[in-house]
């Protein structure tokens, strides 16, 4: 029997989990809600983060365009993520949730912006 | 120029205010914000976690403002950018100045003050050594990177671990530049601990609790901070301290509500929270002038700020239609043992439909403790709480029934 203590990320309440491992199966204690349940699950099989940041934005009246994965994206890919974000430069309209970059490192996720510039 | 109310500040708490007010039959409104867009510190909070509350989502900083910034222009709301108001006199008259309109004198009947906040600076907190560029509050960097388009460094100390802190240590790590500690004095970090998850166990970056910077070094650019450990009454440990070589020290170590105007006008202010002390409608001590968000006391979550602020318009029209009743028999909050702050100071209770949301701040860390409501002194409501932290914002909601004829009621930590 495993067990591992976690703090759910969810929302920002932040409920302490704890999750035991017994045979196949997971047991999560310590969530408030349902979500707390899926996270703890999910981040001790395969842990995914929303990423945000940003990219070049030319002939505005702000050099910077926000952008974020649609979805959560494996850990692991974060660091490659962020370094393919770099290289985009975007010099026309967009607005909250147009797609920047389609199905980022073969996730199925979107980059998506996240202003109206 | 004349307006029935005049917004100053045009982030999420002047945003909800002026869109309730509006809704609710106000049309004569005017917002004003010094910045050259609407949304306020929002728009440089690129990552995600807004709105959970409100819209159930997760929303990053620039969608959530983007959804009110959408509302406003359905609504035909007027604003003014890149607007600086210079003085607020007691009669609601404003004086506001920008490049293309010059000089403005504004006359109007309600004021909704939305200033937000400001950072402490490392002059509040008084590091010794020397002056060399590379000290930015956290905030500060965070504009310059998410934007301006700066990098602001490539080792980095982050002295306090605040939400900002925490945002910003992951922030520069994603953008290159190394986080080699955050230093927090207290022995808990001020931080949302899903913060700490994602922002620093996620990247490795160490969290030195109950440690602080005694020195910078460096002459035209910081070459490093010397941290060392402190005791539990903060005071600095001979012989723990370290020498962490760096070119940048982000500082987060608290936020003030910026009160300029307020002093201007004489409200009164609460020195728990810093801001205005407001009452159940959130009117300040002048009647007609309203204050919500971080002007009123530093909020955690902008979903809270929000709702604060829709109670502030409400209050607004209320008064522009003087259905606001100024009756004496006020209720005063009283913060007891373990209680920083409660928001508002005041309650009317007719004022008040049904019940009302109080805000309150603890001054420790209590584990498997009692908020306990007492009114006139008589224990009336206990609410278990597991966790309770003073980077956490706590509430209470009060029925307004539970409180008529009452002259205080006090929250403590038992």
New interface residues.
């Given amino acids: 029997m495993e067990e591992k203590e976690l703090v759910c990320i969810v929302c920002p309440r932040g409920c302490r989990l704890t999750i035991t491992k017994e045979s196949n199966d997971y047991i999560v204690e310590g969530n408030k809600c349902n979500r707390g349940r899926i996270y703890g699950i999910k981040e001790i099989t395969n842990p995914t983060r929303v990423v945000t940041s940003t990219v070049k934005f030319k002939n505005g009246l702000l050099p910077r365009l926000p952008v974020k994965t649609n979805g959560p994206i494996p850990k692991r890919l974060i660091k490659q993520c962020v370094e393919e974000i770099k290289r985009i430069e975007v010099d026309y309209h967009v607005k909250v949730g147009d797609i920047i970059i389609k199905d980022i490192l073969h996730t199925g996720i979107d980059v998506v912006s996240t202003k109206t510039m | 120029m004349n307006y029935d109310l005049v917004v100053i500040g045009g982030g999420p708490a002047g945003l909800a205010a002026a869109i309730e007010a509006k809704k609710k039959g106000i049309n004569s409104i005017l917002i004003i914000d010094r910045d050259?867009?609407l949304g306020g510190i929002l728009?440089q909070c690129?990552?995600?976690?807004f709105g959970?509350h409100i819209f159930n989502e997760?929303?990053?900083?620039?969608?959530y403002a983007?959804r009110f910034i959408k509302e406003l222009e359905a609504l035909n709301i007027e604003f003014k950018l890149d607007t600086m108001v210079i003085t607020l006199e007691e009669d609601k008259s404003i004086i506001a100045i920008n490049p293309e309109d010059g000089l403005m004198n504004i006359k109007s009947r309600a004021v909704i003050l939305a200033m937000g906040c400001r950072e402490r600076t490392r002059g509040a907190i008084h590091i010794p050594g020397t002056r060399p560029a590379g000290v930015f509050t956290a905030g500060t960097a965070q504009r310059f990177?998410?934007?301006?388009?700066y990098m602001v460094g490539k080792e980095v100390v982050i002295l306090g671990s605040g939400d900002i802190g925490l945002i910003m240590a992951r922030r520069m790590t994603?953008?290159g530049a190394v986080v080699k500690a955050v230093v927090e004095l207290l022995p808990y970090s001020g931080g949302?601990?899903?913060n700490?998850?994602?922002c620093l166990d996620?990247f490795n970056i160490p969290l030195l609790l109950s440690h602080t910077v005694i020195d910078i070094k460096g002459k035209d650019r910081v070459e490093g901070v010397t941290i060392a450990k402190v005791d539990e009454k903060r005071r600095t440990i001979e012989g723990t301290e370290k020498f962490i070589p760096c070119d940048t020290l982000l500082l987060s170590v608290g936020l003030i509500p910026e009160n300029e105007l307020s002093k201007m006008v004489n409200l009164d202010l609460d020195n728990s929270t810093g801001g205005p002390v407001v009452n159940e409608s959130m009117e300040t001590s002048i009647g007609g002038i309203f204050a919500c968000g971080n002007v009123v006391h530093v909020h955690?979550?902008v979903d809270w700020v929000t709702e604060e602020s829709k109670r502030a318009g409400k209050g607004a029209v209320k008064y522009l239609k003087n259905q606001l009743m100024l009756q004496k028999d006020t209720v005063k909050t009283y913060a007891g043992y373990g209680i920083k702050y409660i928001v508002p100071q005041i309650i009317r209770p007719s004022n008040i439909e049904k019940d009302l949301e109080v805000f309150m701040r603890v001054t420790d860390v209590f584990k498997n403790r009692e908020l306990v409501i007492k009114i006139d002194n008589k224990e009336f409501k206990r609410i278990k709480k597991s966790?309770l932290a003073p980077g956490?914002m706590e509430s209470a909601n009060i029925n307004v029934e539970d409180i008529k004829g009452a002259a205080e009621i006090s929250i403590e930590v038992q």
Avoid: A, S
């Fill in positions: 050259k867009e728009n690129i990552h995600n976690g959970l997760e929303l990053t900083g620039p969608e983007d990177v998410n934007i301006e388009g994603l953008e949302l601990k899903r700490i998850v994602q996620d955690d979550l966790h956490e």
